[in-house]
């Protein structure tokens, strides 16, 4: 017996403000399900992947009340297109066509057919405005990060040779105005006092150029939205075991006559 005939359940389109090699990127990293999406999956594991796809265990929101379920992603860059694939668990059988036209240098439509092993009329329906509902809310989601990633990777690469300052006022006036987001080199760095130490940390992501700026964690750990990568912003040092770390390019030095704070460069 071959598999179970499908059905068209939705459809759903929009144009997204990135490329398709930005969505083809975006397709084959599956690592932000859990993070950029936290509220629609709980968890990811990895089965395999490669430069064409990948093949994983994923879980719903609340974790509690969802089931495992195993599913692939394959690219078709000819079409250009992809499919995810629900080989077991809930809605096993399940096929979701992504069919992606440029219209523009960062601008692409796209068309996402939500294909359901075949059901009653009425439940095929309420299956596909429930798929409408979640990838509406999954693109909003991507796609702000595919716009950020895209402006990260414009910005001009490399530091200018020699040391830098930037005057930050008197550090009790500082102390107040805390976070404080400060450009040294053509670069953003997020000013913080951590058990009253003044710290400056980039607030650009080293995997892939998340916003850390966003999400300061208790005792002087920050932890990207996108991967959830963990760092020491004293010290740049993985603070998740997945071994990344970060350059601590610029400190915040106090000249201890006149009380005046400073960004520096080195
Ligand atoms: S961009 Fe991936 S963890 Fe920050
Ligand atoms: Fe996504």
Redesign the pocket.
């Given at each position: 017996m071959g598999p179970a005939p499908l059905v068209p359940a939705a459809a759903y389109a929009r144009t997204i403000r990135a490329s398709v090699e930005r969505i083809f990127e975006n397709a084959l990293d599956w690592e932000?399900l859990p993070w950029l999406h936290g509220d629609s999956f709980s968890r990811v594991d990895l089965i395999e992947a490669s430069s064409g796809g990948w093949r994983a265990r994923v879980r719903g929101q609340p974790a509690e009340a969802s089931e495992d379920a195993e599913i692939e992603l394959v690219l078709d860059p000819s079409g250009p297109r992809y499919v995810t694939r629900t080989l077991s668990g809930r809605g096993a059988g399940t096929e979701i066509w992504t069919l992606l036209e440029p219209i523009g240098e960062q601008r692409t439509r796209i068309r996402v057919e939500f294909c359901v092993p075949r059901l009653e009329a009425q439940i095929a329906a309420q299956v596909g405005r429930a798929y409408v509902r979640l990838y509406t809310k999954l693109w909003d989601e991507d796609e702000e990060m595919m716009v950020r990633r895209t402006e990260v990777l414009s910005r001009p690469r490399g530091r200018p040779v020699g040391s830098a300052s930037v005057p930050l006022g008197p550090e009790s006036g500082l102390r107040e105005r805390l976070p404080l987001e400060v450009e040294l080199e053509h670069e953003t760095f997020r000013v913080v006092a951590v058990e009253r130490e003044l710290h400056a940390y980039p607030v650009v992501?080293p995997?892939?150029?998340?916003p850390?700026g966003q999400a300061p964690g208790a005792a002087g750990v920050v932890a990207?939205p996108?991967?959830?990568?963990r760092f020491d912003l004293r010290s740049g040092e993985s603070a998740d075991g997945r071994g990344l770390c970060f350059r601590l390019r610029a400190r915040v030095r106090v000249n201890p006559e006149t009380g005046m704070a400073f960004l520096e460069s080195g």
């Open positions: 932000h992501c995997h892939l150029g998340g850390l990207c996108w991967h959830g990568y």
